[in-house]
């Protein structure tokens, strides 16, 4: 942390050497930098005190000091990222290159922080331009650039840097070096546009925090300007490259009766900083999960005949795992394949290819694929990685190799019938992948709260004598319930259109085979609907969808150079965009979610009336949330100050360790910026966001009661603890094993595609199910070609990208900026590291059964750390996939 400036008085007023009376001060122009900064005080010197003395008298007479320094020589490094989103890598254009040459390519202006102390306006900024250095590495390139700065600029507040390109550049930092307390950092990770595109210069702020109040007052306008940019008018439609963030609703995923109402939108803005980089996009970006829309399944669908298949045999499901699936012939494939790139390119035709009567020729067919592969890698540039796919897959063909196979799921791998037991049914409410799900029943008889004229009467059919029966006296209700029995299963049909009389029926374990066997049927009704309910609602709208508003106040609210922007900051990376993606192939009408789960195209009203009934920030936090489900109780003398209802229960466990590693973390930062209440109430730009985040983010639950009030320290600890929670322990506990859990889908079947055979039954149906049961179970879970693609979606959803930045792994260059907060991140990284050794030791510990025994999958949902890949642990520390 740079300490401040020590000021000197002097007894007689000094005339700088240099008055600054031009606009710029020019460097030499013939430098070239690379983008890195930091705040450091200027550099004065202390008045010299001359000493005289006689044999009689010692008299010490202070003198004004004449400075021999008339300035300071700063070379300026600025680092830019070559390999990035939007454009090909070791390209490079060729006027960018002739521009370049004089020194002519990026302009970087200093801006004091101090303001003229005469005038009292701000001070004029040094100019210089900047050029290649000709060093590349890891995809960087650096540009230099040198300036003379008088002694009396004071500290450096900020840089202002215009792309004269003709192409967008990503700005990584930049490092300014000379000045006399080292080198001053900024960190950009920002795109700058090109002048030629626009003319408004972009600004950076060094990396030392301020709030408002102490902003300096050379910065305190470009503060404010640079929020107003941010925020835009809210007029206008916004386009590909601006940065405006604001808001608006999801009107662009549906095909409704009523276009005025909503139309399906061909582009998803999101402001520019918000794209993903190259190495994400090729990890998942457009061209996994679009290609699982818009190649595979038409892919499928031609290679199996009857769209509704289902497998006829569990031996068929575990051959997805070890033959894998083949595709449609060569020709109509890469026709296909063709088709979804030209389709995926704004629209446009960009491959349209004759199919050459070489093609057919099994000599030439070889060199064909040559040809056409190079074709595509020169025609869709980034989509390479794709396309390298694509290679393979039709090359598989070619050569008679299987082309979809996956990956044997962890759960599966360690016991092939892990999926049948009743116990692991239930274990996996408390260690699986929707622990979200599960509440304590606090009334007994149970009551439904739902419309009577649409579900029926409201008492379950569940009652004391159908439970009594099943534990037969070896438990009372509360015992059994201890136990983790399933004891019941409830299933409703509501009254519709086409069938006029709800039904409802009770099912249990049983000894008799029929009853055995619609007890299984019942467990797969069951596991689609909860896993509807995790996809739209534990996962997409309660980290997803809510997060969002969070992402929005924040860049509109709180500058840059704000402490609390640089605390949330790593928690958004990339959420903007994966909702984008989300709207365009996942959540839209007739997408994957409602092609592939529970429950269908009533996916988003779904989610909509759960935000509407159940959502609300106070419970988003683990403590509250397992409160508000009756699985834990506050007790000051448990661990965690929590009393788990049910102890066992790895989740809430291992969350409450992270949960209290994270509070802690955000507790030093927050009171190292904030050492008394008035701090926080008087912090305009706090205010405003947290405002913003309840009235414009949230307004259609603005007037409700529970929203925290952010009047002191402990407010706000509590708000952004919970906002870091549900961004990174929160979705990594739901999102990281969906393959897992997930990938073998008799596990979990994300959609239930027939009727219990004792709902309305026929005769012939109900002899049917008599006498094939294990058909009526297959043809429950979903088709083939359902089912392959929800194995792609999960593999790609549980998959880490190899820039992943997880939580507590590396520090913020803001943060490193003060040794206090250093020192927290230190030890916020030190308890992650002894969580994890926490973890192997629960799981390693025979008596937690929940999460140790033969073939079970160890619980590791929430371990901090991870390698690239589909690894089943891991929390990054935001919502990047």
Known sequence: MLKPQVNYQQTQSIKTLFPLQKPFLH?????AFALMVQSRPSFTKPPKVGVSFSPNKIKAVATPAVSTEKSLSIKAVVTVKQTVDGFRSNQTLDGDDIQDRPGKSLLLQLVSAELDPKTGVEKATIKDYAHKTGTEKDGEVTYEAKFEVPVDFGELGAIFVENEHHKEMFLKDVVLDGFPNGPVNITCDSWVHSKPNNEDKQVFFVNKSYLPSETPNGLKRLRDEELGKLRGNGQGERQTGDRIYDYDVYNDIGDPDNPSSETRSKQFYVPRDEEFSEVKQQT?????????SHALLPALDTAIEDPNQGFPYFTDIDSLFNKGVNLRPLRTLIAGLIKAVHDTITGKDVLRFETPATMDSKNTKQGFWRTLIARLIEAVGLWRTFIDRLIKAVHDIITGKNVLCFETPATMDRDKFFWLRDEEFARQTLAG???YSLQLITEWPLKSTLDPEIYGPPESAITTEIIECEIKGFWTIEEAIKQKRPLAIELTRPRTDG????WKRVYAPNWHSTECWLWKLAKAHVLAHDSGYHQLVSHWLRTHCCTEPYIIATNRQLSAMHPIYRLLNPHFRYTMKINAQARRDLINA???????????KYSMEFSSVAYDKQWRFDHEGLPKDLISRGLAVEDPSAPHGLKLTIEDYPFANDGLVLWNSIKQWVTDYVNRYYPKASLVESDKELQAWWSEIRNVGHGDKKDEPWWPVLKTPEDLIEIITTIVWVTSGHHAAVNFGQYTYGGYFPNRPTIARTKMPDEDPTEEKWKFFLTKPETELLNIFPSKIQATGVLVVLHVLSN?????????????ASWKEDPVINAAFERFKGRLKEFERIIDDRNSNPDLKNRNGAGIVPYELLKP?????VTGKGVPYSISI
Do not use: C, M, W
């Open 800 to 812: 880490h990208s190899e820039d992943e930045e997880y939580l507590g792994h590396k520090a913020e």
């Open 865 to 869: 750390f991870s390698d690239h890949g």
């Open 499 to 502: 069938n006029p009389q709800y």
């Open 284 to 292: 998942f970006s457009d061209k996994t999960v679009f290609s699982v």
């Open 433 to 435: 992948l929707n622990p």
């Open 27 to 31: 460097g030499n122009g013939s430098h």
């Open 590 to 600: 007739g997408g994957i979610i409602e092609s592939l789960f529970s429950p269908g």
